[in-house]
């Protein structure tokens, strides 16, 4: 795989287009890393790009020091994304990733940037919906390790790998701090439609929690479901990646409008 690090590691394009017409840039879920979004390009409409956000803590990014709150993270993100938004781009992002993406948006229309043309988020409450469950940031070593084994996002030869665990718990922890120190500020709605993605057996998140992403856009809400828990993306990406690739050509026309 060729990939091509830009911004200090920040931006990781894993088919690079000079000549793409839109952006898609992708927000991993906590712990996970640009690769996640590796054969996206090859499912979706070669006329744009797939920009994956690569984290501290991961990839060519191991030694550098991890974020444990979400309003600096933001700040970097969009500091980092500035100098890509000369094209029209949509946002996805699952679990953490959907809040970071959600909050990178409105951190981009404080600040007079480019905002997406359409915003993607997967497998996590609307932003204003209070959490329900106690913080994960702060479980015990076990505990922890059962919650990860129970949301089955990690595969079980990780979970027993002793040394595998050290070198990703302290990444987990950060990323699970960010999400559950998160304390919203109310804002305008978006101008931008609002795609949600959940899986059916994703119990972590409630149906009317997900619809209730129509707060925060003045333009289209829908909500889609498909077969799977929490990491749906990964067990059933076919169906996902379909639903992407009919709307991001639309991204131009759509970029039009809101220009």
Known sequence: MHQVLVGKGWVVKPRPNPEAAWRLFCFPYAGGGAQIFRRWPHQLPATGEVCAIELPGRGTRLQEPLFTQLPPLVEAVAQQLAKHLEKPFAFFGHSLGALLSFETARYCRRQHLPGPVHLFVSGRRAPHIPPDEPPLYTLPEPALINELRRLNGTPKE??????????????????????????????????????????LQDASVRADHLEAWQAQTHATCSVHLFPGDHFFLHTTPSLLLQTLARELPQLQNRYSVLN
């Open 158 to 199: 990780v979970l027993e790998h002793a040394e595998l665990m050290q070198l990703m718990l302290p990444i987990l922890r950060a990323d699970f701090a960010v999400c559950d120190t998160y304390q919203y500020t109310p804002e305008p709605p978006l101008n931008c439609p609002i795609t949600v993605f959940s899986g």
